[in-house]
């Protein structure tokens, strides 16, 4: 099998800068970026890919997935056998690969066992990084019980469940730790209300400030992060206040708490495409008065908040949410964010804003030595037309991930 890639004659996209550079060559070996450079002399054996003229970039970032959630059915998901679970969930990274995205940051349901078969090459998809499950109150986010369901912690650890109903200081630091001892990358909590739990209102603030403070305080002791799903600006300061640093959606910011979030050092994730996708398609899935105007009061808020998050300076990396079969709106976003956002704010959100969130700065997100080799190959500028890195990849004639071709088509 080879492992040595020569890329030659194109445009090397440095999302930093935002331009391309021309001229240079890439060199490729076991996996890794080992050499940029203008006359570069490859190992015997090397394959040389020549680009004529086409746009080399970094893989993609999408830093607000969930892979188990293969349908819309929830519960169809969580009650699923385990083994089923993971391949739905193979299929789910396949597809994501597919339209370029090497890497994938999972909200809630993955499992190391996906991560290893990822890394052992078992699974053709974009590497992961994992929160395990998120933690919810009962009643909360991740509680899909009905309210006359009265059963306790149900199908909790299964791979198709997304949450982990936990209550209480003292349960949620051992959450906490059983969840970092089984590969947890950072913390997930569900700090605020949402549109697809049954119980709760948007508007509705979950977790005690003592229970939140114990999960960033587990979290920091084993040099990880907490994230949070907020929606509203008053659940999204009590998380900064109490030291989270991943904001999830922030559709409902305001300019202080946005300015306030930069100053601490967060990261905001907002998924604009999950909610333009429900509005489209919520009628046929059977969504009721209450879930629309839960969904439109999120939606009405997405692009306001992109608009309060820039002018702060709070930085944003790429995210999507979508589950199911809604998963075919995927690159949408890229067109959502493109009403407020310039195309290099969101190539760099969906690159070297999403490195830092996985912890994996200058590992992906930016062609660099050293680097894993994770590259796709653009027909055209993205920087210009920022619509090339949609359309399920079509635009990509080849994309590599970890030093591995996954798709080519260059002529």
Known sequence: MTTHYLFTGGRVLDPHEGVLRDGLGVLVIDGRIVEIGTQIAPPQGTEVIALAGRTLMPGLIDCHVHVVAETLDLWGNMVAPASLGALRAARVMNEALSRGFTTLRDLGGADVGLVRGVNEGLIDGPRLIICGKGLTTTGGHADLRQRTDDRAGLFSDRVGSMGLIVDGVDNVRAACRKLIKEGADFIKVMANGGVSSPNDPIHSIQYSREEIAAMVEEAENAGLYVSAHVYTDRAIRRCVELGVHSLEHCNLIEHETARMAAKAGCIA?????????????????????????????????????????????????????????????????????????????????????????CQLEGQIGEIVVGAFADLIVVDGDPLSDITLLGDDGAHMPLIMAQGQIHKSALA
């Open 269 to 357: 994730v907002p998924t604009l495409v999950a909610y333009e996708a429900l509005a489209i398609e919520g009628k046929q899935l059977g969504l009721g008065a209450a879930e629309f105007e839960k969904i439109d009061i999120v939606r009405d808020g997405g692009l306001k908040s992109l608009e309060i998050m820039a002018e702060a300076g709070l930085p944003m990396a790429f995210g999507s949410d979508l589950l199911g079969q809604l998963r075919k709106y995927h690159c949408m976003e890229f067109a959502l964010l493109a009403k407020v956002l310039s195309p290099a704010e969101i190539i760099r959100s969906a690159t070297i804003v999403g490195a830092k969130l």
